[in-house]
């Protein structure tokens, strides 16, 4: 009997101690709870880590899955294309300075070709300029061919800034008293083309001043003009 009472009393200290263990190992506060728990089954021998992971949607950007969605793609602007043949047709006026305190107030025609390289802003330019007027009663023409070279600067948004200087041969008819109607000629200046997007046509508005050495004397006669490039 004895013996019963015992062995009775060593198992109820071994099982109050297990107990014990268990309450000083288990995790404190809501944190440990967080990351892990400890079950009571010691009996076992087992223990179990409860371990929590977070959403798909809360993981960094760096873990996150890459979207298969292709990108939009961008869309292009203001795209113009460049030709290296300018075809020019046009109004021109001009105040033509025959001799000092006489002028003749002229309105013609203005024609050119341009050619620059892979459209580029070096280019050489033709022109021919025909003016109709009258001095004393009598009709005259001034007919002016020249060429050299012109600068451009295109902008990307359909206007083109341009100058140009050109050198050749002036004629003007009929014959006066003051002398000869032929002579060197020069003109120096420049102008805008405006392009609307897609479109070989452009409009053209210029300003110039013409040099002549007509009559034993010099001649600087404005000019102004306006009309159509053809782009090819």
């Known amino acids: 009997m004895r013996h019963a009472i015992f062995v009775f009393g060593l198992v109820m200290a071994l099982s109050m101690g297990a107990k014990a263990?268990?309450?000083?190992?288990?995790?404190?506060?809501?944190?440990?709870?967080?990351?892990?728990a400890l079950t009571d089954d010691w009996e076992a021998g087992q223990l179990f880590?409860?371990?929590s992971?977070?959403?798909p949607e809360a993981m960094p950007a760096a873990f996150a899955e890459p979207s298969s969605a292709p990108a939009e793609p961008q869309g292009v602007y203001g795209v113009f294309q460049e030709y290296d043949w300018q075809a020019y047709g046009g109004?021109?006026?001009?105040?033509?300075?025959?001799?000092?305190?006489?002028?003749?107030?002229?309105?013609?025609?203005d024609f050119s070709v341009a050619y620059?390289?892979?459209?580029?802003?070096?280019?050489?330019?033709?022109a021919l300029t025909t003016g109709f007027g009258s001095s004393a009663g009598v009709n005259s023409q001034l007919v002016v061919g020249m060429g050299?070279?012109?600068?451009?600067w295109a902008t990307g948004r359909g206007i083109d800034f341009w100058v140009h200087g050109l050198a050749g041969?002036?004629?003007?008819?009929?014959?006066t008293p003051y002398g000869s109607g032929e002579s060197f000629s020069y003109e120096l200046g420049g102008g805008v083309?405006?392009?609307?997007?897609?479109?070989?046509?452009?409009?053209?508005?210029?300003?110039?001043?013409?040099?002549?050495?007509?009559?034993?004397t010099y001649q600087d006669s404005p000019k102004i003009s306006a009309g159509i490039v053809y782009r090819f």
């Open 148 to 152: 050299g070279p012109r600068l451009r």
């Open 169 to 175: 041969g002036a004629r003007l008819t009929p014959q």
């Open 49 to 51: 880590a409860v371990v």
């Open 116 to 126: 620059s390289p892979n459209g580029k802003w070096f280019g050489l330019e033709g």
């Open 91 to 109: 109004y021109t006026f001009i105040r033509f300075l025959e001799v000092p305190g006489t002028t003749i107030n002229m309105n013609g025609f």
């Open 21 to 36: 263990q268990t309450g000083q190992l288990a995790p404190q506060g809501n944190e440990a709870a967080k990351s892990f």
């Open 193 to 216: 083309d405006l392009t609307r997007r897609h479109q070989r046509i452009s409009y053209r508005i210029e300003g110039d001043m013409v040099g002549t050495l007509l009559f034993g």
């Open 53 to 55: 992971y977070p959403a």
